[in-house]
């Protein structure tokens, strides 16, 4: 094997880590736990047998996998962007094998598709894993838009809409320094040259075409206009849940309903964007379920263990299943690879 072999294997084993993701595990069932033990086992429990298991889940599982698919029409038009063409069910298997390690710090751990890219069709690796990088700019966007709407139409009180146009206003800024020929001549290139980056030194004009392709104006918009729907899907899950929980019934056209739909809106994108801000989290366990007890405790006057519950099934539906149907499709292009 060669040494580039070599390094991309051991690169790629690093990133998929047994012991990583088991730490990851580890933590999220503590979190579930201090949560139980905050909001009354017994209360919550209660509150998680009364809605009816059989078709709920199916039903939010169905609409989570309706997001994954909206958010791969924007990782198949990044490829574009950069010209790597790969067929669509390769396309898509890559895609979701990335969600494996959507439970890492920052989602960064989803750069392992461009491990895959190159093993599919020797796409250089550096010119696919700054992608997701604009994945998550326009991730972010889309969200926090998300949370914007749902606020003003259900709440508009408080500072949070502030704080979240804060938020909005960093993530642009970040993207127009990522977008800047001055980012790559007088930063990146200093940063690659000493240190542990210095073997990303080569890589640097690969980093800087496709960050310049993705990130343009017009690309940053489209892309965060795409992401929206798809982020929408798992707001609509939290709303069907909030509907069970208070009794409230299914989603309908109605003026209490649709005012429920822009609270689990807000709640939902909102704590995504917390969870995205405070990167050092592994799939921002503890900042999203914080942030969405918090709101549904205090903006919707919810008990605590009814939120709890609706927090716990949302996230088990929205980062877990995730992770599982990422497992899938790795095995799936593992198999594609001869790997």
């Known amino acids: 094997m060669t040494t580039d072999g070599?390094?991309?294997?051991?690169?790629?084993?690093?990133?998929?880590?047994?012991?990583?993701?088991?730490?990851?595990?580890?933590?999220?069932?503590?979190?579930?736990?201090?949560?139980?033990?905050?909001a009354n086992f017994d209360l919550v429990l209660e509150a998680l047998l009364s809605i009816p298991w059989w078709w709920v889940l199916p039903v939010m599982?169905?609409?989570?996998?309706?997001?994954?698919?909206?958010?791969?029409?924007?990782?198949?038009?990044?490829l574009g962007l950069i010209d790597v063409n790969l067929p669509?069910?390769?396309s898509f298997s890559i895609f979701l094998a990335g969600f494996t390690l959507t439970a890492t710090p920052g989602k960064i751990?989803?750069?392992?598709?461009?491990?895959?890219?190159?093993?599919?069709?020797?796409?250089?690796?550096?010119?696919?894993?700054p992608v997701v990088i604009s994945e998550r700019i326009t991730d972010m966007l889309a969200m926090i838009a998300l949370a914007m709407g749902g606020?003003?139409?259900?709440?508009?009180?408080?500072?949070?809409?502030?704080?979240?146009?804060?938020?909005?206003?960093?993530?642009?800024?970040?993207?127009?320094?990522?977008?800047?020929?001055t980012f790559y001549s007088k930063i990146l290139r200093k940063l690659t040259s000493v240190g542990p980056l210095k073997r990303y030194q080569d890589s640097c004009d690969l980093i800087e075409d496709t960050l310049m392709k993705t990130l343009a104006p017009k690309p940053l918009i489209l892309s965060s206009l795409v992401s929206i729907p798809g982020w929408f899907m798992e707001c609509m899950e939290l709303w069907l849940l909030l509907g069970?929980?208070?009794g409230m019934g299914l989603p309908s056209l109605t003026g209490n309903s649709l005012i429920l739909l822009a609270s689990a809106t807000f709640i939902h994108a909102g704590a995504s964007t917390v969870g995205a801000v405070l990167i050092f989290?592994?799939?921002?366990?503890?900042?999203?379920?914080?942030?969405a007890i918090g709101m549904m405790t205090?903006?919707?006057?919810?008990?605590?263990?009814?939120?709890?519950?609706?927090?716990?099934?949302?996230?088990?539906?929205?980062?877990?299943?995730?992770?599982?149907?990422?497992?899938?499709?790795m095995a799936i292009v593992t198999r594609m690879t001869g790997d």
């Open 6 to 38: 070599s390094n991309k294997t051991e690169e790629q084993e690093s990133f998929i880590s047994t012991s990583k993701l088991v730490a990851f595990v580890v933590v999220g069932v503590l979190v579930y736990l201090l949560i139980g033990f905050y």
């Open 61 to 78: 599982m169905a609409m989570s996998f309706a997001n994954y698919a909206i958010r791969f029409v924007k990782w198949q038009y990044y």
């Open 88 to 90: 669509i069910k390769e």
């Open 109 to 129: 751990g989803e750069a392992i598709k461009g491990y895959f890219c190159n093993e599919m069709d020797g796409t250089p690796i550096a010119k696919t894993v």
């Open 151 to 181: 606020f003003i139409l259900a709440f508009n009180i408080g500072n949070q809409l502030f704080l979240l146009a804060g938020v909005g206003v960093l993530a642009i800024i970040g993207a127009l320094v990522l977008n800047s020929e």
């Open 244 to 246: 069970l929980f208070t």
């Open 281 to 291: 989290l592994p799939g921002g366990l503890g900042g999203y379920e914080a942030f």
């Open 298 to 329: 205090t903006l919707m006057v919810l008990p605590i263990a009814i939120a709890s519950a609706a927090t716990m099934l949302v996230r088990f539906v929205t980062l877990w299943f995730s992770v599982m149907v990422g497992f899938v499709a």
